[in-house]
């Protein structure tokens, strides 16, 4: 495991070996969108099975582009209604 490293903004430790490999993959982006709700919360939003999102947080597979805009839209707006 990679030594951690401290964050300079907030003076954090962080573990390289513990972040997403790409901070683009949609796993990624549908964990963040999440923010602090749980996965059965995120998963009655967006109407579908925890199982699915389940699998997509972890990288096995992952829906149409479509799916992925609308399910991502519909988190920022859970989490941010006054957007």
């Known amino acids: 495991m990679k030594q951690p490293i401290t964050c300079p903004h907030c003076q954090e430790l962080i573990y390289p070996d513990l972040l997403p490999k790409d901070p ?3 796993a990624s982006r549908i964990k963040a969108a999440r923010g602090g709700m749980s996965q059965t919360q995120a998963a009655e939003i967006i109407g579908k099975k925890v199982q699915s999102l389940r699998n997509w947080e972890q990288g ?4 149409d582009p479509e799916t992925q805009s609308l399910c991502l839209s519909l988190l920022n707006a859970e989490l941010n209604p006054e957007y």
């Open 24 to 26: 683009s993959s949609f």
């Open 60 to 63: 096995r597979n992952e829906p």
